[in-house]
Nanobody, 124 residues
């Protein structure tokens, strides 16, 4: 199971730090990702980090503002979000996949395990 936390209400320009913890399993060997879903929109990729080299990859909309990191020893995944904007408002989900191909790193259906989501609201 994955448990996401850290969401909340913040003013535009502010920061939040999301966390995702795994229970009953280790993150080692898993590609991990953050996705978000705004009301009336499809779930979209935000950031990911591979298991093989821990290189992060980001959606263009968050590049330079968000930072993803992982701690396999603690089975935790974090997303540091800076310079938040109202368009970042969404429910944020963490996800994990043990078998994922390069071309699917940004595809929600390629991830097998999902957290319950945490709401991020950015006011203008």
């Amino acid at each position: 199971q994955l448990q996401a936390s850290g969401g909340g209400l913040v003013q535009a320009g502010g920061s939040l730090r999301l966390s995702c913890a795994a229970s009953g399993r280790t993150f080692s060997g898993y590609t991990l990702g953050w996705f978000r879903q705004a009301i009336g929109k499809e779930r979209e990729f935000v950031a990911g980090i591979r298991s093989t080299n821990s290189n992060p990859f980001y959606a263009d909309s968050v590049k330079g503002r968000f930072t993803i990191s992982r701690d396999n020893a603690k089975s935790t995944l974090t997303l540091q979000m800076n310079s938040l904007q109202p368009e970042d408002t969404a429910v944020y989900y963490c996800a994990a996949s043990r078998t994922i191909i390069l071309s699917n790193l940004r595809v929600p259906s390629a991830y097998n395990y999902w957290g319950q989501g945490t709401l991020v609201t950015v006011s203008s």
